[in-house]
Structure formats: structure tokens, C-alpha cells
């Protein structure tokens, strides 16, 4: 299954741990995020260090684990479909990188959000755990 990972998805990994962790380390699992991401995230890895509340060493660890299982696109290669996600998201134009990098992939967002879900491209941890029957 391919989906696209939302950053507050990501975040949360890293603070909460636990079977989100089975998830996105499940073998049917195809991950895909916008270059930004990353950025973002390393941008705030002392904070998530801190909220985690595990050692430094061992969230730098998971947090190069998980950039080994996701797939990082570039905005070039999906774009072209920023002004359809722009149309979607209305005035909301913060997740417009993964609403067009979804439609590029054909997939689902992995958010908690909503009002993604309510536009058809949101998919929750709770659809994923029970699409592999992780529990």
C-alpha cells in the first residue's frame, strides 16, 4: 500500500512511539513525503527530543530509521498538481504539498487531520493498523 505521510504523523512517531511504529515499518508499506518534511523535522528535532522524552541518541536513531523507510519526492515532480490541491484545501494551503503529492502518487494522506479526511485523502493510523491487522 502506498500512502503519503502527514508531518504531524511523523512528529508524533517519535514523541508517542508505540505500534504507530509496526505501521510504518510494516513491509506492505510504501511512504512518501515531500523533501520538506524533512526539513521541517530536522528543524524541530530538539523539540521532539525533549517531548519524547528519550535519550538524544536513541530518537536520532528512530529518526534515521525513518528516513531510511521513507521516500522523499521532490515539489518538481508533483506540482503540476499544486493548483488542484490549492483548489481542494480552499484558503488552507499548508498541506497543499501532500494533497498534490497524494494525487500524484494516487494515494491517501496518513493524517489526523479532519478536514482531510472529509475531502476524501485523509487515512487514519486506526484504517491502516486494521488494513494489516496490526494491533
Given amino acids: 500500500m502506498d500512502i503519503v505521510l502527514d508531518a504531524n ?7 508517542s512511539s508505540g505500534s ?3 505501521i510504518i515499518f510494516h513491509q506492505s508499506l510504501h511512504i512518501y513525503a515531500p523533501q ?3 526539513v521541517e523535522f530536522l528543524a524541530h528535532q530538539q523539540e521532539i527530543i525533549k517531548k519524547s522524552h528519550l535519550p538524544r541518541e536513541t530518537v536520532l536513531f528512530l529518526t ?3 528516513f531510511k523507510k521513507i521516500i522523499f519526492v521532490n515539489r518538481t515532480d508533483y506540482e503540476i ?9 480552499k484558503d488552507h494551503n499548508k498541506d497543499e504539498d501532500f494533497i498534490a503529492l ?14 482531510l479526511c472529509d475531502i476524501g485523502f485523509g487515512i487514519s493510523t486506526k484504517q491502516l493498523s486494521d488494513s494489516f491487522t496490526i494491533r
Fill in 81 to 89: 498538481y499544486l493548483p488542484k490541491a490549492k483548489n481542494l484545501l
Fill in 20 to 22: 504507530i511504529l509496526d
Fill in 36 to 38: 520538506q518534511l524533512k
Fill in 64 to 66: 534515521e530509521e525513518l
Fill in 102 to 115: 497524494c494525487i500524484a502518487k494516487k494515494c491517501k494522506l496518513w493524517t489526523y487531520e479532519k478536514r
Fill in 9 to 15: 504523523v511523523l512528529f508524533r512517531t517519535l514523541i
